[in-house]
């Protein structure tokens, strides 16, 4: 089989070895390995159980996986159902020869098949290739247009907020905040 010669098919529960591979050399590349915090079994329990938390797209090469994309569907109240694209990658020696524009593709496929109205995700700031290679495809940089920023509570941050919201209830209300 030629080196052009690919596939783009839907992860299945095998492939979550695989996945946190590619999900880990995606952690190398942004500079944020550090930050992952799940094994493979974490990936499988999510995404390929009886409640799947996510969808995944794999990439392949002669049947070796050189890249994913990991979304999920939100909704918004003003305009109803949309994708989010968790992570996207191809590995670097398999980019530039269509494979990435192709699970792109696969992955657009499914959301105006299941009704979508757009898709969105976010970039590193100074991922500039990332960024000009979804503007080639159509992408608007919200940043740039509505001016958005994207927040985060960790983990941390949202059980520190609990104890302050119960904290303020029992000192504004008297009562320990329960209902």
């Given at each position: 089989?030629?080196?052009?010669m690919?596939?783009?098919r839907?992860?299945?529960?095998?492939?979550?070895?695989?996945?946190?591979?590619?999900?880990?050399e995606?952690?190398?590349?942004?500079?944020c390995?550090?930050?992952?915090?799940?094994k493979a079994?974490?990936?499988?329990r999510?995404?390929?159980?009886?409640?799947?938390?996510f969808?995944?797209?794999?990439?392949e090469?002669?049947?070796?996986?050189v890249?994913?994309?990991?979304?999920y569907?939100?909704?918004?109240?003003w305009?109803g159902?949309?994708a989010?694209?968790?992570?996207?990658y191809?590995k670097?020696?398999?980019?530039n020869?269509?494979?990435?524009?192709?699970?792109?593709?696969?992955?657009?496929?499914?959301?105006l098949?299941?009704?979508?109205?757009?898709?969105?995700?976010?970039?590193?700031?100074?991922?500039?290739v990332?960024v000009?290679?979804?503007k080639?495809?159509?992408?608007?940089?919200l940043?740039?247009?509505?001016q958005?920023?994207?927040?985060?509570?960790?983990?941390?941050?949202?059980?520190?907020l609990?104890t302050?919201?119960t904290?303020?209830?029992?000192?504004?209300?008297g009562?320990d905040?329960?209902l």
């Open positions: 089989m030629e080196e052009n690919y596939s783009v839907s992860a299945n529960s095998e492939d979550c070895e695989a996945i946190m591979s590619l999900v880990m995606l952690a190398v590349h942004v500079k390995e550090h930050e992952v915090k799940i079994d974490t990936l499988r999510d995404g390929f159980g009886k409640n799947s938390l969808h995944c797209l794999v990439a090469v002669n049947k070796d996986m890249g994913y994309l990991l979304y569907f939100t909704y918004s109240p305009v159902k949309k989010f694209m968790e992570d996207f191809v670097p020696e398999h980019r020869k269509g494979i990435g524009t192709e699970l792109l593709k696969s992955a657009v496929k499914v959301f098949d299941t009704h979508c109205n757009s898709m969105e995700w976010a970039v590193r700031w100074w991922n500039t990332a000009e290679f979804y080639q495809k159509g992408a608007i940089n940043t740039e247009t509505e958005f920023h994207i927040l985060r509570l960790t983990e941390e941050a949202m059980q520190n609990l302050k919201r904290e303020k209830m029992v000192n504004s209300n009562d905040g329960r």
